[in-house]
């Protein structure tokens, strides 16, 4: 039986980032993944519209960011867009309107409430708290906290109540790489295409056993026993949580606590797809406090489609998840009319294809990205922790030293994950 030095858990970004390595480093490894696609959280779709679209991950964000090198290595190409910089926010009555067309007190509100954020990396905090504590600590209140949730919240696939301030603040400190974003004009899948390379994938491998700790490890999925001299795993820490795996002997307990003391939230999408663009070529990014909070134009900067989606996350998520899909879509239109100013009927008769994804019903990912509570921002070194020179962890939750919840910060944390297993083998 082949003894491989390591198998890869999962072919993500993470799993992908740190096969690589290993591989370029002239290792012999096999990667597991219970997909019958790379990618995991990066699905991009090249049949709903002319354009790549986006079924998850869609931006780079940071103008440093090691994808933006990847882009430019692999010849491809990256799209450029200014979103919070070029908000354009919705009382929910009225249009989205740019930031100097809004009434004074609501546009200071709004870039107070954006430099009170900014300010969070300097902020001296002896107790954790929650985003909306440190928030309202500073006097922000009501309908303000609100549109702290949708503007800053929402992205970290949260609630503003649950949002550890030492995490984010350590993730501000770590965060070396830029505030640009962009899109990638082929897709995130063309690059994942490119950087993976010839070792050996197993799709439809969803691993149930790993056993360590005396001699090899050995890993089974499908009944069938792997051996390797190591193991990243590289899975979402929901189904570290959920149990996917059996781990055998079991995992240290402060390995155990750090597992559980991440949340994971709901994170779906609305696209649709119109004959015609019926915005101007400057919408990039709206938003209001109703239930699709968030609002973008995958097809911006473009001419060959006309591509308008909604992407929420958390409470607000679970309650378009719990609606049927037809139900979801039409709300999703509903509450766009209203954004863009454009009667419903002829928004409907524009439409030509519309999607919902829900990533909390994806078995394999069982939510968006992980967040971390007051109280635990310890949890993401815990999670990262090699284990008994055997068991090594990559993934956007295990992130710390860079930015978790990303496409980089997986990237980062599997280069990681490689590294330290390349140090023992
Ligand atoms: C809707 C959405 C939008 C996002 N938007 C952005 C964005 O704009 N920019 C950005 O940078 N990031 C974004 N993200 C986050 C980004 O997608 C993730 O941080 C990143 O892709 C995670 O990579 P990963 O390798 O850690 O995990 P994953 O991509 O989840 O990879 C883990 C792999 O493990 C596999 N797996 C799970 N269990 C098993 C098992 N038991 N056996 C074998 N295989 C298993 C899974 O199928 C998966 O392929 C978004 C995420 C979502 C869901």
Known sequence: MTIYDALIVGAGAAGL??????????????????????????????????????????????????TVDLVKSAGLHTLPVVRLGNLRWSDGVNPALPLARLPDQLRQTLTGLLQAYDQLSEAHLPQDVSLADYLRGRGWTGDTLTAADVLLAQTCCASIETLSCHDLIREMKADTVGHGESR???????????????????????????????????????????????CIITIP???????????????????????????????????????????????????????????WTPSYGRNE????????????????????????????????????????NELSKTTIASKRLTWAADPLALGGYAHVPPGMAECRPLLARPEGNQLFFAGEATAYDTNPQTVHGAIESGWRAARECLAVL
């Open 184 to 230: 990638i004009r082929e897709g995130y899948g063309r690059l994942l295409d490119w950087y993976r390379t010839d070792y050996s994938i197993h799709f439809n491998s969803l691993v149930q056993e790993i056993q360590w700790g005396d001699g090899d490890v050995r890993v089974i999925s499908n009944g069938q026993v792997y051996r390797a001299k190591t």
């Open 305 to 344: 489609d006309a591509i308008i989606a909604c992407y929420i996350t958390a409470e607000r998520a679970q309650k378009l998840d719990v609606m049927d899909k037809a139900g979801a879509l039409e709300m999703g239109l509903q509450e766009l009319s209203t954004l863009l100013d454009i009667p419903l």
């Open 17 to 66: 980032a740190a096969g690589r390595i290993l591989h370029d480093a002239g290792r012999s490894i096999l990667m597991l993944e219970a997909r019958d696609r790379i990618g995991g959280r990066i699905h991009t779709d090249y049949d709903f519209a002319v354009i790549p679209i986006e079924f998850g991950a869609e931006f780079i964000h940071g103008d440093r960011a090691v």
């Open 237 to 295: 820490v929901s189904l570290l949580q959920n149990d996917t795996i059996r781990f055998t002997p079991a995992l240290p307990p402060d390995k155990i606590w750090a597992i559980s003391a991440f949340r994971m939230e709901a994170a779906t999408k609305l696209i649709y797809r119109f004959r015609e663009r019926l915005w101007d070529d400057n919408l990039t990014f709206m938003a209001h406090a109703g239930l699709t909070a968030r609002w």
